[in-house]
């Protein structure tokens, strides 16, 4: 008996030693890459690290930049947003000959996070609790962060932007539609959520981030956004992108094309019932499947 209250005790003060360094080493503790002095954006490739909040610098983020020579502020400007794999400068990459094409200014910032296989709070799910499900303030969502990047950029480069379209894919366009649902400041002016893994419906009867229960959310604003569901044909794959298989998300659909379509109609049967306006559109890529150069390609044509 006594071997078992030690090994009980011992297993519990293991769980909390981890339980307490992991609070401290995701929400405590700096982290980050080194802020960089703010300067004008450079003419092509380049990459800046800033402080991610406005009210502390504990945490920062880097921001990978592209500009075509011959870009203005009357211009495009495209957040692009990465998935699961944090990989930003990949996904820059991938819009660069688009860029110079259409002449568009890309942003990509890198919500960098060693546990990304784990941790999907502080990045797709917007932050809006800790991994151990505590409230964050509406400082620290990942939505805010990207106004304070587009606030950032306006400041150091003597820009008066108004507004910014948006790409995500994968666990980007997990981002980009939720960030139309609830990022109430946002000045989203174009948004592209391309082949999430799975959504928050409009749904007040299921908790996030299944759904909008107990979230102040304005479908209004939300409905009225330009926003493109954008999936590919062929992906209908449970293994590309590891494809969440919970309870909540098997309800969606058995794969990304099913559960953006219903994603999709759901909303629009919202809106039709609460009769709100509906700027919302579902467009199906042919012969594409979870492919981000690709899905980029075809969401080049909306911009």
């Known amino acids: 008996m006594k071997i078992l209250k030690i090994t009980i005790l011992s297993f519990l003060t293991i769980v909390a030693f981890l339980v307490v360094f992991g609070y401290l080493y995701l929400y405590v503790l700096p982290k980050g890459p080194e802020l960089t ?3 004008p954006l450079e003419i092509g ?10 009210h502390t610098e504990r945490k920062s983020i880097r921001v990978w930049t592209y500009k075509p020579d011959s870009w203005e502020p009357d211009n495009t400007v495209l957040f692009v947003m990465h998935g699961m794999a944090r990989n930003a400068e990949n996904y820059l990459d991938a819009w660069v000959d688009i860029a110079e094409r259409k002449n568009i200014l890309l942003i990509a910032p890198e ?12 990045y797709q799910e917007g932050n809006l609790q800790t991994f151990f499900g505590v409230k964050n303030p ?11 990047i587009f606030d950032y950029i306006n400041e150091n ?3 008066s932007l108004d ?9 980007g366009g997990q981002f980009v539609h939720r960030m139309v649902l609830l990022g109430s400041t946002n000045r989203i002016k174009k948004a592209i959520a ?16 299944y759904g909008l229960q107990n979230i102040n959310a304005s479908l209004e604003k939300s409905f009225s956004t330009d926003l493109t569901v954008l999936l590919g044909e062929l992906d209908k794959s449970a293994e590309l992108g590891k494809l969440r298989q919970t309870k909540n998300a098997m309800v969606q659909g058995g ?3 099913e559960r953006g379509t219903n994603f999709f109609n759901f909303a629009q049967e919202v809106s039709n019932r609460k009769k709100l306006e509906f700027n919302w559109r579902l467009q199906v890529v042919p012969n594409v499947g979870h492919n981000y150069k690709k899905m980029s390609e075809a969401a080049s044509e909306l911009l």
């Not at 509406?138 to 304070?148: D, K, M, Q």
């Not at 391309?194 to 996030?208: I, P």
């Open 37 to 39: 002095t703010p300067k």
């Open 163 to 171: 507004g910014y379209s948006m790409f995500g894919h994968s666990a």
């Open 45 to 54: 490739k380049g990459n800046f690290v800033m402080s991610s909040y406005k």
């Open 255 to 257: 794969h990304r094309l």
């Open 138 to 148: 509406e400082s620290e969502w990942s939505y805010t962060v990207i106004e304070n």
């Open 157 to 159: 480069n003597d820009f």
């Open 111 to 122: 919500f960098e996070n060693e546990f990304y296989r784990v941790t999907t709070n502080d």
């Open 194 to 209: 391309a082949n999430a893994g799975f959504y928050t419906f409009t749904d007040v009867s299921t908790e996030y981030p």
